[in-house]
């Protein structure tokens, strides 16, 4: 399901506060326009909708701009202290104390339900876009790696060869999870971690057959080497600024002691000495701190393998989504948890699941590697999966007096399933 998409209502469900029904609101099921279900629960205001109504769903952890359609979002009755919005405007799940019939659990909305008729856009089944259309942005914390000083010198986008590590809300994928269990496949549930997504890679460029290495964050390559010329001095020891001669629009070093602008070819020709300026980066320092880079290499040479080694980033300041609950964010010091592995040899990457000999509890043992281990395995419906992982939570919330971001669900033998359940009381605290 997109972020921002028309979807049909195809359940209003009562909720309950002991045995009394709710009077003015209710929980809304819904499903795509081509009939797959979504199971998230949408508390709405009762009589507002009717079954088979098409609306606009928006779905959690994207973020509402402040502008006249999500006004009463921001600002409930004009005050904003009564906005249930997170930070820039991210739509989080809330907790409500209602159940449903014959249960005690609260109940935790996600999302937004909107008519379509209210953004007065024509023809809005034709627009491809809704997402863009109505200025819908991911939410990204204003705490995190990726917009601090923490983040260093890039060599560009992300490689266009891997996918990002972003997997779908299982809500979305009940019916896939359905069939998932039917084959017999055996998933298994890891402890989603809460910091920044870190890959490392090793692999052949099928162009030219010359190899390759890299630091990734989710969205952009890092630089290997972590520093930048920041100035020169010329032959009398003097020290050039950089400078921008407006009238040839060139970038360029000038010298003030003799009121002389050098463009770069002439810096090079003449030698000049360059001064270096080394930048911290969290995801380069803390591979290099590690080894695990060189690791990486020597694995893929000992074993003649193209492969990529993806984790997450916690510890040392680094506060993930934000959330107040994120224990992770606790740790002094950098540390990387890997939760996956592709094979980078076909060109493209395809995730490696434990049918292979190169998969992560290998690799993990062998580089002496911090890998996620999983909680429990099985096969399972969506029901099932849903209400096991709850009380996993509740576990490990009164075992250990913590309470996790979620868990990350994936087939165990091919890759016919890689999904994420998010807690929903870590959610609503964010």
Known sequence: MKPVEIVKINKLIPIFKGEETANAIEVARISTLNGESCEFNIIVQKGLYNINDNVIYIQPDFCLPDNVFFAEYHRPGGDPKKSRLGKNGRIRAIKFNFSFEGMNDPIYSNGVIMPLNIFNIDNIYEVEDLQTELNIIKYVSE??????QNSGLTKGDFPSFMYKTDEERIENLKNHVNRVA????????TIKRDGSSITIYDRKNPIDDEREFGICTRNQEKKLEQKYISSYKNENGVVLRPHFDRETKTKGWFD?????????????ELNFESIEQFVRDSWVDTVK???YLDKLKEYCDEND???????ELIGAGNKGSGNKLNSDAKLNKSHIVWFGVDDLSSGRSIRINYSSEHNLNVIGEKLNLDVTKPVFTGVFTYEELIKKSNEFFNYIKETE???IEGLVFRSIYDNSLSTK??????DSRS
């Open 305 to 311: 393998v193209q492969l990529a080694l993806r984790g």
């Open 182 to 189: 039917e084959s017999g496949m055996e998933i298994a549930a």
């Open 421 to 426: 359940y998010i807690n929903p009381e870590y």
């Open 289 to 291: 701190e590690n080894n």
């Open 143 to 148: 705490d995190s790696f990726e917009n601090s």
């Open 256 to 268: 003030d002691s003799k009121d002389k602008f050098y463009t770069q070819d002439e810096v090079d």
């Open 401 to 403: 007096g913590r309470v």
